[in-house]
C-alpha cells in the first residue's frame, strides 16, 4: 500500500467546487420557505422604549425577545449576550426584531421604527471601567531582572480591526420538522450552534440538530457568531412553522459580525550590554466590545503569545479584555497572537536598533531553545525550530545582502519571528473531551466527527490519516457530513487542532481497527461480520501540567515555529508601501498533505499582509462607517507578491504521524516584518494598519 | 426575456431590473454563481455574456436580452481549468472558485504570470494567497 500521507492527494471536495456542484447554505431551498430578516439597533448603547412597525403584518412572522420559549442569551462562556434585546442596547447592530416573508422585497421593504434612547457610550478599552477578564503571568524575580538590566527600551504598539472577509457571507437556514428544529448553515462549530438552539428553544422543541452546509471561509469568523443567526432563524421557523433562511448581505456581515479585536500593547524591555533578554514587563489591552463571547480565551491565547519566541528569566505580563459599546470582537485566526506578537517583534525591531545590535543577532541571541522555558514556565521540547527557521529565512531570503543593497533606496526588508501553540489552552482539551469515530462500510470506512471543513482541507487531511493508519487506499475512506445528529463532538474546528488533535484520536481509533480486522479489509470484515464502530476519546499527553489559576505550565502541548522576511517598495509621493516578495518559513511538524499545508500558509501570509497594510476597519460612533468591500480593501492579485513558502518538519511525537497545527501560525508574522521592513526605510510605524497616511505621519514625525 | 444560457435557449418572465444573479440562481436554478457581496468588488458572481467577463450582481437581466451567458455549470465537469483547480488545490473554501475559473477562461492560452495577475484583479479569494490560483492555471494552459 502506498502511503498518503505526505502526498498532495486530491481534495475531496475539490471537484465539487470546481463544476460549482458544492452546495452552500444559500444554493438550498425548502418547500414553502421563508426568508427572515434582523432588525438592529442603531446607537451604541442606551435604552429600547419601543418598537413601531410600519407595515400591514399579515404574511409576515415577527419574533422579538417575548417569543423566546427558552432563555434569552446566547450560551457560550458567559451568559451576558441576549439572543434579542429587551431593553438595554449595548451596541450598535444589536438585534431587536426579527422579521420573516416569503417574498424578499416585501420582507426588506417592511418599515420598522426603534424607539431608542440614547446614553453615553464608552469606546476606549483604556477608559472602560469593566474588564472581562485579566491575566497576570509572571516568571522569576522581574525587579531583580530590571536591576541587572544595561538597557532598557520601552515602546507602545497598536493593532486595529480586522474583517475576516470569508468570501461567503454569513448563513443559515431552519427547517421544524415536527417537534424538531433542524438547522443547516456556513457554521464552523455545529456543536456550539447545536448548544445555543437547546438554550433558546428550551421545551418548545424535542430535539435540535445542526448541519453544517458547505461553507464559504470561515477564519473564525464562523466559530461563535453564528449560532446567534441560527438562533434567529429558529425562532422565525418556529413561530411561522415554515422553514426560514437567514442570510446576510456584506454590509450586514460587516456591521454586525464580530472582528479582531483591536490591541493596545506596551514593552519595558531591560537586556545586559550583550543584549540578552534580562526583563520583558508587557502589558497588553484588548478591545473586547460588548459582550464577553470568546475574549477571556482570545486574551488567553495573546498573553501566552505575548513575550515572543524568547527565553527570558524574569517576565511579567499583564492582560486585560476590556468592555467597550461596539460589537463584540470575536475568534479570528490567530486569536489574539498577532496583536500581541506584532508589539513584541516591532519592539525587539527598537531594541535591535538602541542596543546597535544586527536584528537577526538579537533573535539569534534570545530566541528559545530546546531546554529553555517559556513565560508560563513550559520546557520547550526538542521539536523547537525557533532558530532554524530564522536561519533558513535569512539564508533563503538573503536578508542580510539585501538590507546592504537597500540602504538609502526606496526599498526596505524586516523580518519577523513567531510561534504558535496548537490546540486549546492549557487543560482546555482535556476539558473538551473531545471523541470520533471511524465505521466500517460495505467500500472502506466512514469518518465521523464534528471537525468542519472550511477550506482548509479537513475532510482530504482526515482521510489520509486514516488511510495510512488502516493501511488501506485513500478512495476507500468516506468523511461523513457534521451533523450533530450523526457525528460525536469532536470540539470546536478552531485553535490549529482539527489535525494534531483530532487527527490524532482518528489516528488511534484507526489503530484499534486494524488490530481486529487482521488480514481482512475493512469491506471484508464488514461483509462477513456486520457492522464495526471505534469511538476514540481525547487522551491528554501525561506529562502536561497546567495551573489555570496562576498561568504556570504547559499551556500548548506543540508549538509550530515561525519567520517571515518582508521585502517592501515606498511610493515617496503616496506614501504608499507594496510588498514585493515574502520569504514565509514555517516549522510545522509534518505537512500530512503538503499543497493543503502550503496553501494554508500563503493564505495565512495574504490574509497578514492585508492585515498589515490595507485592512482598516472605521469605526464612527460605534458602528462600522466602511462595511463593503468597495472600501474595506483585502489584497487582490494585485496587493499580493510573491510568497516563497518553506515548511520544515521536526515531528511532535503526540500528532499524528508527527503533525503540528499550522492554520494559525501563518497569520503571526506578515504585519511585524512588514513594519519592520518599513522601519528600515528609516519610518518609524508601531501601529497598524500603516496606511499611506499612517507612514506620511510616521515621515512627518521622524528627525 | 430570451437569452441563450450555456448554450440553450432560455426564457424567463421576470422583471426587466431583476439581477442577472437571483435570474440564474433563483429562475434557471444555476447556483454555482455565487453572491459575496453584491457591489461588483469579489467577483463571486462572475460570469461570461458573450464570452465577456462580467459581475451577474451588476448587470440587470434585460442587458443579457439575446446574449450567450455561460455560468461554471456550461463548462460540464471536465474542463482543462476544473481539472487543474482540483490537481493545483486552487480552490480551498471554493466559493471563489466558479467566478475565478470563467475569469481564467478569458485569458487565452499560455498567460504570463503578469496577466493572470491582471485578469483576475477583480477576483477576490481570501484563502489561497492566490498562488494555488496562477499554479493551477498554468498548468491547464
Request: charged content about 20%; hydrophobic content about 40%; overall charge negative.
Amino acid at each position: 500500500m502506498r502511503n498518503v500521507v505526505g502526498q498532495s492527494v486530491p481534495r475531496k471536495d475539490g471537484i465539487d467546487k470546481a463544476t460549482g456542484h458544492a452546495r452552500y447554505a444559500d444554493d438550498l431551498r425548502f418547500p414553502g420557505m421563508l426568508f427572515g430578516r434582523t432588525v438592529r439597533s442603531t446607537i451604541p448603547s442606551g435604552r429600547l422604549a419601543g418598537v413601531r412597525l410600519g407595515f400591514d403584518p399579515t404574511g409576515f412572522t415577527v419574533v422579538d425577545y417575548r417569543d423566546i420559549p427558552g432563555q434569552n442569551f446566547i450560551a457560550l462562556i458567559v451568559d451576558d449576550q441576549p439572543c434579542l434585546v429587551e431593553h438595554d442596547i449595548r451596541h450598535v447592530a444589536e438585534p431587536v426584531l426579527l422579521l420573516a416573508h416569503e417574498n424578499r422585497d416585501a420582507l426588506l421593504g417592511a418599515l420598522v421604527t426603534l424607539d431608542e434612547e440614547p446614553s453615553d457610550p464608552i469606546f476606549d478599552p483604556e477608559l472602560s471601567p469593566t474588564a472581562f477578564k485579566t491575566i497576570l503571568i509572571e516568571k522569576g524575580d522581574l525587579a531583580a531582572g530590571f536591576a541587572g538590566a544595561d538597557h532598557i527600551v520601552e515602546g507602545t504598539y497598536r493593532t486595529g480591526h480586522q474583517e475576516h472577509v470569508y468570501i461567503e457571507p454569513q448563513g443559515v437556514i431552519a427547517v421544524p420538522e415536527g417537534d424538531r428544529m433542524t438547522v443547516y448553515g456556513s457554521i464552523q462549530c455545529p456543536f456550539y450552534a447545536h448548544k445555543a438552539l437547546a438554550t433558546v428553544l428550551g421545551d418548545a422543541v424535542s430535539s435540535v440538530r445542526v448541519i453544517q452546509t458547505e461553507t464559504g471561509g470561515g477564519f473564525g469568523g464562523k466559530e461563535e457568531y453564528p449560532s446567534g443567526i441560527a438562533a434567529h432563524a429558529a425562532l422565525l421557523a418556529l413561530k411561522a412553522r415554515r422553514p426560514v433562511k437567514l442570510v446576510y448581505d456584506r454590509v450586514e456581515d460587516m456591521v454586525a459580525t464580530t472582528k479582531r479585536h483591536p490591541a493596545i500593547v506596551r514593552h519595558r524591555t531591560g537586556l545586559t550590554s550583550e543584549g540578552r533578554l534580562v526583563a520583558m514587563d508587557i502589558e497588553i489591552v484588548l478591545d473586547g466590545g460588548a459582550y464577553t463571547t470568546l475574549s477571556p480565551v482570545v486574551l488567553s491565547r495573546g498573553a501566552i503569545h505575548a513575550a515572543g519566541p524568547y527565553r527570558c528569566d524574569n517576565v511579567r505580563i499583564a492582560a486585560r479584555a476590556m468592555f467597550t459599546n461596539t460589537p463584540p470582537n470575536g475568534a479570528f485566526r490567530g486569536f489574539g497572537a498577532p496583536q500581541t506578537q506584532f508589539g513584541v517583534e516591532v519592539h525587539m525591531e527598537r531594541v535591535a536598533e538602541q542596543l546597535g545590535l544586527d536584528p537577526v543577532a538579537l533573535r539569534e541571541r534570545n530566541l528559545l531553545r530546546p531546554g529553555d522555558t517559556t513565560a508560563t514556565g513550559q520546557l520547550v521540547g526538542e521539536d523547537c525550530s525557533a532558530l532554524e527557521v530564522l536561519r533558513t529565512a535569512v539564508r533563503r531570503s538573503g536578508f542580510r545582502r539585501k538590507r546592504r543593497a537597500y540602504a538609502g533606496t526606496t526599498r526596505g526588508i524586516g523580518l519577523a519571528m513567531y510561534w504558535h501553540g496548537s490546540g486549546f489552552t492549557g487543560s482546555g482539551e482535556l476539558k473538551l473531551a473531545s471523541r470520533a469515530t471511524i465505521e466500517l462500510t460495505a467500500t472502506g470506512v466512514r469518518v465521523l466527527t464534528s471537525s468542519t471543513e472550511i477550506g482548509q482541507g479537513t475532510r482530504t487531511m482526515h482521510a489520509q490519516i486514516v488511510a495510512d493508519a488502516l493501511g488501506i487506499p485513500y478512495e476507500q475512506v468516506e468523511i461523513a457530513a457534521a451533523d450533530t445528529g450523526v457525528v460525536p463532538d469532536s470540539g470546536p474546528t478552531v485553535a490549529s487542532r482539527t489535525c494534531m488533535v483530532v487527527g490524532r484520536i482518528l489516528q488511534r481509533a484507526a489503530e484499534e481497527i486494524r488490530a481486529k480486522l487482521g488480514e481482512s479489509t475493512p469491506a471484508e470484515y464488514f461483509l462477513r461480520h456486520g457492522p464495526l464502530r471505534v469511538t476514540k476519546q481525547y487522551e491528554q499527553p501525561e506529562w502536561i501540567r497546567w495551573d489555570e489559576i496562576n498561568y504556570r505550565g504547559d499551556a500548548y502541548a506543540a508549538y509550530a515555529w515561525g519567520c517571515d522576511v518582508v521585502e517592501v517598495e515606498l511610493d515617496p509621493d503616496t506614501w504608499e508601501v507594496r510588498p514585493l516578495r515574502v520569504t514565509v518559513v514555517n516549522e510545522i511538524g509534518k505537512a500530512i498533505h503538503p499543497a493543503l499545508a502550503r496553501g494554508q500558509t500563503e493564505g495565512g501570509t495574504a490574509q497578514g499582509l492585508g492585515y498589515a497594510l490595507l485592512e482598516r476597519v472605521a469605526m464612527r460612533n460605534g458602528a462600522m462607517a466602511n462595511a463593503q468591500l468597495t472600501n474595506y480593501i483585502i489584497p487582490t492579485t494585485m496587493d499580493t507578491p510573491k510568497l516563497d513558502v518553506v515548511l520544515l518538519e521536526h515531528p511532535y511525537a503526540g500528532g499524528p504521524f508527527g503533525a503540528k497545527g499550522l492554520g494559525e501560525l501563518s497569520i503571526d508574522g506578515p504585519a511585524p516584518a512588514v513594519v519592520n521592513a518599513i522601519r528600515n526605510l528609516q519610518l518609524d510605524v508601531r501601529s497598524i494598519p500603516a496606511l499611506p497616511e499612517t507612514i506620511r505621519e510616521a515621515a512627518c514625525a521622524s528627525p | 426575456m430570451r437569452f441563450t444560457l450555456n448554450g440553450r435557449e432560455v426564457d424567463v418572465d421576470v422583471s426587466p431590473l431583476a439581477r442577472l444573479l437571483d435570474v440564474l440562481r433563483e429562475e434557471c436554478g444555476l447556483t454555482g454563481t455565487k453572491e459575496g457581496c453584491g457591489e461588483g468588488e469579489c467577483g463571486a458572481c462572475t460570469v461570461l455574456v458573450n464570452g465577456e467577463v462580467v459581475c451577474s450582481c451588476l448587470v440587470p437581466v434585460a442587458q443579457v436580452e439575446g446574449t450567450e451567458v455561460t455560468t461554471i455549470e456550461g463548462l460540464g465537469d471536465e474542463h482543462p481549468l476544473q481539472r487543474a483547480f482540483m490537481d493545483e488545490i486552487g480552490a480551498q473554501c471554493g466559493i471563489c472558485t466558479p467566478g475565478m475559473i470563467l475569469t481564467a477562461i478569458t485569458l487565452g492560452s499560455n498567460p504570463t504570470l503578469a496577466q493572470i495577475r491582471e485578469g483576475l484583479a477583480g477576483n477576490l479569494c481570501r484563502c489561497t494567497g492566490y498562488e494555488a490560483i496562477y499554479r493551477a492555471i498554468q498548468r491547464a494552459s
